[in-house]
């Protein structure tokens, strides 16, 4: 499947770019009301997020500091491995941190990030997801904010992959 080309017609646009163009704009005007006054840290989480935290980044209306990890946890597949690789050098002491992810579904790498940015001890520490998985075994990780609850399935497009392929597309669709 990697290899083929998909032909997007015959799969369900999920969400259009519309509706996401809408949603990150009420996202943006949330977190620069949350932030004002306070210097605002964006740490996206790569690959995923690029595409989001670009567009997010210019719905908020406050001074912030963009700056980026990379997490994986799928290796080419659709089950996630279990295991989450975190690749950074940030420092973050006594900053005021919002974590931004793609999609948030079993919370895994969420927890990684956390735990990981937890040592380097943030003024404040909270997460933004684009998407969140309605799965019944979540990681108790808390996202203040999330853009949309979505079904358990495979989504691709606005920055999500499957095995590298589908970044580009502007909307998200279902590959299942
Ligand atoms: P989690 O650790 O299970 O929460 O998964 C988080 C990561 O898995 C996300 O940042 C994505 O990179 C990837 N992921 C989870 N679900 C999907 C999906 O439906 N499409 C593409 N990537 C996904």
């Known amino acids: 499947m990697a ?3 998909i032909d997007f017609s015959k799969h369900e646009i999920l969400l259009s770019s519309s509706e996401i163009k809408l ?3 009420e996202l943006g005007r949330q977190i620069s009301a949350d932030y004002r006054d306070r210097e605002l840290h964006l740490v996206g989480v790569l690959n995923g997020a690029f595409i989001f935290l670009a ?3 210019r719905q908020i209306d406050i001074p912030c500091q963009i700056c980026f990890l990379q997490a994986s946890s799928y290796k080419d597949q659709k089950l996630s491995s279990g295991e989450v690789t975190l690749m950074h050098n940030l420092d973050l002491s006594g900053k005021e941190v919002l974590v931004v992810e793609d999609i948030f579904d079993t919370g ?3 927890k990684y990030i956390f735990e990981d940015l937890q ?3 943030p003024k404040s520490l909270e997460a933004c997801a684009l998407l969140s998985k309605q799965i019944p075994d ?3 990780v808390e996202v203040k904010y999330i853009g949309f ?3 358990d399935r ?3 497009g606005y920055g999500l992959d499957f095995a590298e392929k589908y970044r580009e597309i502007p909307h998200i669709a279902c590959l299942d």
């Open 3 to 5: 290899n083929e080309q």
């Open 23 to 25: 949603r990150v704009e």
């Open 55 to 57: 567009d997010l980044v």
């Open 108 to 110: 895994l790498t969420l």
């Open 119 to 121: 040592q380097q001890k």
């Open 138 to 140: 979540k990681e108790a």
């Open 149 to 151: 609850e979505i079904e």
């Open 154 to 156: 495979f989504v691709v």
